[in-house]
């Protein structure tokens, strides 16, 4: 008993020091940096703020309507739902963030859902003109050469600028398809992961979810480059 008490409140020290915070927050902005495809590993901490504040941080209603000057850290974390969808909350209401790279246009949302073992956690980018700019994860319980393959440079890189998420106006997302089906030419979907069938499945339907709940504000981002 005494150890799982010294674990527990531990962890909730290291929450509360002031340096994980700053490292859980620098490790965020790396992640939306890297999907917009900054090479971090050869940024010390003043470039990637430099960087990062050409960005701009946008907060929304669930009509995508754009709340004005919230920051994303003016933010709190609700409970995450059952489906591993996370919930950002203002005041007490659910928002939703995104961040826009203004200098290559590119929307990013963060992404969440179940896989297997838990949560995934990432983020997906879109260019301005319709098509896919990349997608990442930076938190997750998947099985290392398994489930654990999302981290594969094989799995994200299918997820460019050949594929789209709106196909004739509507909203399809991108299907995760059974390993080995070519999916080159096909704009609308990529490649699952061998031996990992619930985890390629819980991408494509968490990617799905989550765009929906950006739906109104991409449209409008996109124009009609759809």
Request: charged share 25%.
């Amino acid at each position: 008993m005494s150890v799982v008490v010294s674990v527990a409140l531990s962890l909730t020290f290291a929450k509360l020091d002031p340096q994980y915070q700053s490292n859980v927050e620098l490790d965020r902005i790396k992640n939306i940096l890297q999907i917009a495809g900054y090479e971090t590993d050869n940024m010390d901490r003043e470039k990637i703020d430099t960087v990062y504040r050409t960005f701009n941080e946008i907060v929304i209603k669930d009509d995508g309507v754009e709340i004005d000057s919230v920051k994303y850290n003016e933010l709190s974390i609700g409970n995450e739902l059952p489906s591993g969808e996370s919930v950002y909350e203002l005041n007490g209401y659910r928002v939703f963030p995104l961040f826009e790279d203004t200098k290559n246009n590119i929307l990013i949302i963060p992404i969440s859902g179940k896989g297997l073992w838990g949560t995934l956690y990432g983020y997906f980018a879109i260019n301005n003109n319709g098509s896919v700019a990349g997608i990442t994860f930076y938190k997750h319980k998947e099985t290392p050469g398994l489930g654990g393959e999302v981290d594969a440079k094989w799995f994200q890189k299918q997820f460019n600028d050949t594929k789209y998420i709106f196909n004739n106006e509507k909203l399809v997302s991108l299907q995760v398809m059974k390993p080995g089906i070519n999916t080159d030419k096909d704009r609308y979907s990529v490649n699952g992961i061998s031996g990992a069938t619930i985890t390629s499945n819980g991408v494509q339907n968490f990617l799905k979810a989550d765009l929906e709940n950006y739906e109104h504000y991409i449209r409008s981002y996109l124009g009609g480059n759809r």
